[in-house]
């Protein structure tokens, strides 16, 4: 089973920036794509970005277009989020995934691994 770590959280201020890495164990069917939810307190789980595994296809949610950018290192089986322009709603843990398919990339139950999870928070 492939297992998946990540990495990169921290504090920031409104209109700063952050990088995330998400290092993966190895590649199956199952972890064909990888990509990233958070969770802010009290709210759903959301799906914000995906990217097939070395191919160039990319999926965002319509919050973060033009400000995340999801981007991978196929020698290092990593995956990583650059986020710009980040706002205080932007403030949540952020998870890093696996699933089979990108078009499933907003949904939870379709993830196959979970990384342990990063916290963002960005402040006014």
């Known amino acids: 089973q492939v297992q998946v770590v990540d990495s990169g959280g921290g504090s920031v201020q409104a209109g700063g920036s952050l990088r995330l890495s998400c290092a993966a164990s190895g590649y199956a069917y199952s972890s064909r794509c990888m990509g990233w939810f958070r969770q802010a307190p009290g709210k759903e789980r959301e799906g914000v970005a995906c990217?097939?595994?070395?191919?160039?296809?990319?999926y965002y949610a319509d919050s973060v277009k033009g400000r995340f950018t999801i981007s991978q290192d196929n020698a290092k089986n990593t995956v990583y989020l650059q986020m710009n322009s980040l706002k205080p709603e932007d403030t949540a843990m952020y998870y890093c995934?696996?699933?089979?398919?990108?078009?499933?990339?907003?949904?939870?139950?379709?993830?196959?691994?979970w990384g342990q999870g990063t916290q963002v928070t960005v402040s006014s």
């Open positions: 990217i097939y595994r070395g191919g160039t296809g990319t």
């Open positions: 995934a696996v699933y089979s398919s990108c078009a499933y990339f907003t949904d939870p139950a379709k993830v196959n691994a």
